[in-house]
């Protein structure tokens, strides 16, 4: 008989497990449908997504709910939860007492476990319904543990609508997360599921709070009589039900990079992301239809986004508000120039004070021009760096090479997007290429992490990935030259540079196409763009002007903390230096140190001026004087005793633009009487011919106009140039012809060996 009775037992248990294989409860994540929520890293949804049946849903974890929540739910809906296997038998058997005496199912015991085996497979309030539910609630509890299961319910419980689960109906009803539900919060969102529709706080708060107040006469023993008297007192006060949207594209961004993944938890601080979101809706205000705007903060410790931007108005078609601008590759005009500087300083090229010519310049043929069309003559790299120009830029990548340029960009981490079938070239500085937002500001990390730049990471699991950019030294000496701002800093209230210690670079591109600003802190990393996700030109919008306000405004809110003093590292150091050869005072003849200045030198090296690209003579070289008159003589013409005078020559093309204390001082001196004739009988170097002003005509539909270019005085060789770029060299006092192809106003200069020089400007028509 006992042995029969084992067998009975045995085969309806192994009967009750091949159901149990054959016909699985619909868990979540296979069968049950799957909304998505992606979250800010103190779990405030960010958007969410609703799943097909288009129910808002928002997956939670049982430690981040209210404790007071979890007791009510627990005392309210299944008392015994914690110890039942799924089913409460007392509560069954009062249920099917109840059922026979009134012949319809009054109270259905329905445990916790029982109410989640519901809301994964609705089965109808029947009595084959309800056996059908307790098979899947001892289902459950085989699978799962009690916390999971109770979870599960956190998750699908209805809250009314579309809403379902406890964080969910916080966010939408009360806005805030569940973890901080009040006591009266609590019972309310605990009574919701047992009639969603009817009790909906936003539609029904006096039926709600009777409700409610059915709970907490529960929870009297539990709470005490002050904590439920105070909650009975708090009004039933529901807000309009909206769907969370802060960050709209980049939650499109991570809901796509994981795909059925129910909770994603990114690294986006959401009060900084309210704050952007806003400066970037004040800003509407003041740009013209179809502009938008984009930011990204990075934090530089982990590399974490802070907050991410990628359109100023989700809602605005007409700026393309769908069209995620952190990502679209654009031109960055010049916001690429401290990288340039950087390399130049790892290569031994420059120090920050090396000089650049910023004057009209022919670089194989590319005639780049400045921003405001100006030229400032001799300048330092800071001073070329900090008032973003662009002649002297274009002079260090051609020594440092395009190619080479490029190339070290890409080993830091920032790959430059180039036009189809585009190689390299001197125009790449300038904006001859693309990036994005997001890259560039990784690549922007580099000058607050010694050197190492690294890809934005949006969520916490995402790996680190970083490559070295800058040695320490270099990103230290461009970070420096940034921070103190320069004349564009004053453009911006206060000079954000010296106010905040943030070190920042703005930049724009060919036909105002793309305004950047991008600026680095201690703590962060910002970079804003401005302009038209179509691509068409935004005249008068320039990084200086639209693009760096808001990043100032950007930092304002992100980082107000005082940036401690910072210290070089132990590869850089202070040292004076003498222009123009380039080298240090110490070891520079007064007499060749013509100015003097402070500048950072990387691995105690002061790299010589670049060499003379009009003119192949040394940079020092012997001229000699009259001894007794201190005149300028020749062996063929000294009367007396001569005197050899060591001389340091500045770069041909800037001569034209020293102050007249500098030419007195770096130009040798009138000649003696008796060497007159070695330079001619004019006190200086005059262009003969043609005249300041003078207009050129072709003669009716004659071949273009031909001048005769030629100089009176001059010594050795003339080197002419028009608009800055070499068009011939000639011994003194010879002619060079030249015919004017295309019409237009030209300048043009003339400089001999010594220095002198003459200029005019023509047009020709």
């Known amino acids: 008989m006992i042995r029969a009775l084992r067998l009975t037992l045995a085969a309806v248990l192994a009967l009750l497990l091949l159901a149990d294989q054959l016909f699985p409860p619909p868990l979540p994540g ?7 929520v992606v979250l800010a890293r103190d779990g405030t949804p960010l958007r969410a997504f ?41 509560a069954l058997a009062r249920a099917g007492g109840q059922w026979l005496r009134h012949g319809r199912i009054v109270s259905g015991g329905s445990t916790l476990t029982m109410q989640v085996a ?84 936003d539609r029904y708060p006096e039926r709600a709070r009777q409700a409610r107040d059915k709970v907490l006469a529960r929870m009297l023993e539990r709470w005490g009589a002050a904590t439920i008297a105070e909650a009975r007192q708090e009004p039933v006060i529901a807000q309009t039900v909206r769907e969370p949207l802060l960050a709209p594209l980049f939650a499109e961004r991570l809901r796509r990079r994981n795909p059925g993944l129910a909770r994603i938890e990114t690294t986006l601080d959401a009060s900084a992301q309210q ?18 705007l984009a930011a990204l903060v990075v934090d530089n410790a982990t590399l974490e986004v802070r907050a991410y931007a990628g359109s100023a108005d989700f809602s605005d078609d007409e700026r393309f508000a769908h069209v995620d601008m952190v990502q679209a590759p654009r031109s960055p005009g010049s916001a690429l120039k401290p990288f340039l500087y950087g390399f130049a300083l790892d290569e031994g090229l420059i120090h920050s004070q090396s000089l650049l010519a910023d004057v009209p310049q022919s670089f194989a043929g590319y005639q780049p021009g400045n921003f405001q069309a100006s030229f400032s003559g001799p300048v330092s790299v800071s001073e070329a760096l900090q008032r973003s120009l662009n002649v002297p ?12 340029f490029v190339a070290l960009l890409r080993r830091g981490g920032l790959k430059l997007d180039l036009p189809r079938g585009a190689t390299p070239n001197l125009g790449v500085i300038l904006g001859g290429a693309a990036v994005s937002l997001e890259d560039l500001v990784g690549a922007y990390t580099a000058f607050a992490r010694g050197g190492i730049s690294g890809r934005p990471r949006y969520q916490v699991t995402a790996a680190h990935e970083e490559s070295r950019m800058l040695s320490e030294g270099a990103a230290f000496i461009v ?102 050869l380039g080298t240090r005072s110490e070891s520079t003849p007064r ?14 090296s002061a790299p010589p001026t670049f060499a003379d690209r009009l003119r192949d003579n040394a940079a020092r070289y012997t001229d000699y004087r009259d001894a007794t008159s201190g005149l300028r003589v020749r062996k063929a013409c000294a009367e007396g005793k001569m005197l050899a005078v060591a001389m340091a020559r500045w770069p041909a093309a800037v001569e034209p633009w020293l102050s007249s204390a500098l030419r007195e001082r770096a130009l040798p001196p009138a000649w003696a009487p008796a060497c007159a004739t070695a330079r001619g009988p004019e006190a ?34 003339l080197i002419w140039l028009l608009d800055g770029r070499p068009i011939g060299r000639v011994p003194a006092g010879a002619v060079l012809p030249y015919r004017f192809a295309e019409p237009g106003r030209y300048q043009i200069t003339v400089i001999d060996d010594a220095g002198y020089y003459d200029r005019v400007e023509i047009s020709v028509r």
């Open 684 to 717: 200086g170097l005059r262009i003969v011919g043609i005249s300041d002003g003078e207009i050129i005509r072709r003669a009716g539909s004659g071949p273009p106009p031909e001048l005769r270019l030629a100089a009176r005085g001059g010594q050795h060789d």
């Open 50 to 90: 609703p799943d097909r049946t288009h129910v808002w849903r928002h997956p939670v974890r049982l430690e981040e709910v209210s404790p007071r929540y979890l007791e009510a739910l627990i005392a309210f809906e299944d008392r015994s939860f914690w110890w039942h296997p799924g089913v409460n038998p007392w």
């Open 275 to 292: 704050s952007v979101e806003q400066l970037l809706a004040a800003r509407l205000t003041v740009v013209p239809p179809r502009v938008s």
């Open 393 to 404: 830029a274009v002079e260090v990548l051609e020594r440092l090479g395009a190619n080479r």
């Open 30 to 36: 296979r069968a049950a449908a799957q909304a998505q």
């Open 591 to 604: 007499e060749l140190c013509h100015q003097e200045r402070t500048a950072w030198l990387l691995n105690g």
């Open 479 to 580: 970070r420096d030259v940034l921070e103190s701002g320069g004349p564009v800093a004053r453009q911006v209230e206060g000079g954000l540079g010296v106010r905040r210690g943030i070190a920042w670079k703005t930049g724009t591109s060919f036909g105002f196409r793309d305004a950047w600003a991008v600026g680095v802190s201690d703590r962060f990393t910002v970079g804003v763009w401005v302009g038209r996700p179509d691509g068409t030109p935004n005249p008068g919008f320039f990084g200086a002007n639209i693009a760096a306000p808001l990043l100032v405004d950007i930092f304002s809110v992100v980082d107000d903390a005082p940036p401690p003093p910072r210290v070089p590292p132990a590869s850089v150091a202070e040292g004076r230096i003498c222009w123009p």
């Open 118 to 201: 519901r809301l994964l497979e609705p089965a109808p309030r029947t009595l084959v319904g309800k056996l059908r539910q307790i098979a899947r609630a001892l289902q459950l509890e085989l699978r799962y543990s009690k916390r999971e299961i109770l979870q599960i319910y956190l998750t699908y419980a209805p809250m009314g609508g579309v809403l379902e689960g406890v964080e969910a109906a916080s966010r939408a009803y009360l806005g805030k997360p569940a973890q901080r539900l009040s006591a009266s919060e609590a019972a309310l969102l605990t009574v919701l599921p047992q009639a969603p529709s009817l009790l909906r706080p």
